[in-house]
């Protein structure tokens, strides 16, 4: 069916498309043991399929189906649950704010760095950093020079909930935060 653009992703929970290029980054939930980030290039034709369920991430989830990858789009990133914590999709990060890394918790924004995504599957990711913003985050969003926010509720310095700047160290303006 037309309607149909991709299929295989077992929970995609966000998906971004990057402002630059026009790329597609899926986000996939894993159901036991792998997180996964797909990627489609701009003007693809569709048609795709990213493994599941004969595929968690780039290990093999259901041996009863095979594991021959071949006619599958395997992710460009994938970790383990005892690496990171379950996955939300968001943005190609373009902004200039964000530049260090921090210890990784289950509340944190994190980035992967990678060469070749012009190529339909580079070998594997770059580093890979992260930071905490000491938040339970609840959503988030970019700004026009691709800056991200964040939404929160509740955390261990606000008893209500809040929209945020992400950025390592937030930066105030006129007195408030942005």
């Known amino acids: 069916m037309d309607e149909i653009w991709a299929w295989g992703l077992r929970n995609p929970w966000r998906i971004g498309f990057d402002r630059l290029t026009g790329d597609l980054f899926i986000a996939d939930v894993g159901q036991d ?23 968690e991430g780039n290990a093999c989830y259901s041996r009863s189906q095979g594991c021959q990858t071949g006619s599958l789009v395997l992710p460009i ?15 190609r990060y373009r902004g200039t704010a964000i530049r260090r890394s921090t210890a990784p918790t ?11 995504l012009a190529s339909k599957r580079a070998a594997g ?8 913003p000491n938040l339970s985050i609840t959503t988030f969003g970019e700004d026009n020079d691709g800056e991200l926010y964040v939404g929160s ?26």
Do not use: K
């Open 33 to 55: 043991n792998r997180e996964e980030v797909n990627f489609q290039l701009a003007g693809s034709v569709g048609g795709v399929n990213y493994g599941w369920p004969r595929m």
């Open 77 to 91: 990133l994938d970790y383990s649950h005892g690496e990171g914590c379950s996955i939300t999709g968001g943005y």
């Open 106 to 116: 289950c509340s944190e924004i994190s980035a992967a760095r990678r060469s070749g």
């Open 125 to 132: 990711p770059g580093a890979v950093s992260s930071f905490s």
């Open 153 to 178: 509720v509740g955390g261990p310095s606000t008893a209500s909930s809040a929209f945020r700047r992400a950025s390592p160290s937030r930066r105030r303006a006129a007195g408030r935060e942005r």
